[in-house]
């Protein structure tokens, strides 16, 4: 049973010990912070395929996709489980492009409403492939050596210059180039 009040130092009753309050909304803010995360996680593949889509300046886009970040997480009590998550992060990215244009001074955006439409349509439809063909490179990038998995987190997580792979695995940057290529192919025929 439990007991309502605005006092936020109200005790919630359970069958075992007294809550507090705090503690509720704690755990709530807890389980909210963790949804959210899940599903920007999901989403943000697509949220960049868009923005880099719309805008060809990739340092504008990477501030575009970290402002829709911000705005997702900061509006997220707006969301309605009810929607697919991918498709209002999608709207939310929209106005981020017409306003990313805006502050340029263009009247008019590189593509047409209906264009980014069918655009964000499209990646919506593709979300459940790409969820499922992370999880099956995740499968393949445990199955590689050690060596393997640190060249690709530092090339590709990282951005680390081949010159910085090559040292830290004690080779050459033309060594590291090759087994960055077999590494690659490998992978890619795994997940055929």
Known sequence: MRARSDNPHFFVLTSRKPVRHT??????????????????????????????????????????????????????????????????????????????????????LVFSDALMRQLAEALIQRQPDRAARNEALEKCLDKLPEKSRQMLALRYEEDAPMERVAESIESSAGAVRVMLFRIRNLLAWDLI
Request: proline fraction near 2%.
């Open 23 to 108: 503690e509720v909304n704690q755990e709530y803010e807890r389980d909210a912070r963790e949804r959210l995360t899940r599903l920007w996680l999901e989403a943000e593949p697509s949220v960049q395929s868009y923005v880099f889509s719309a805008i060809h300046c990739a340092y504008d886009a990477e501030d575009v996709v970290q402002q829709v970040a911000l705005t997702v997480a900061r509006r997220f009590d707006e969301y309605d489980g009810a929607r697919p998550f991918v498709a209002w992060a999608l709207w939310l990215t929209k106005s981020h492009i017409a306003d990313h244009y805006r502050k340029q001074g263009r009247e008019r």
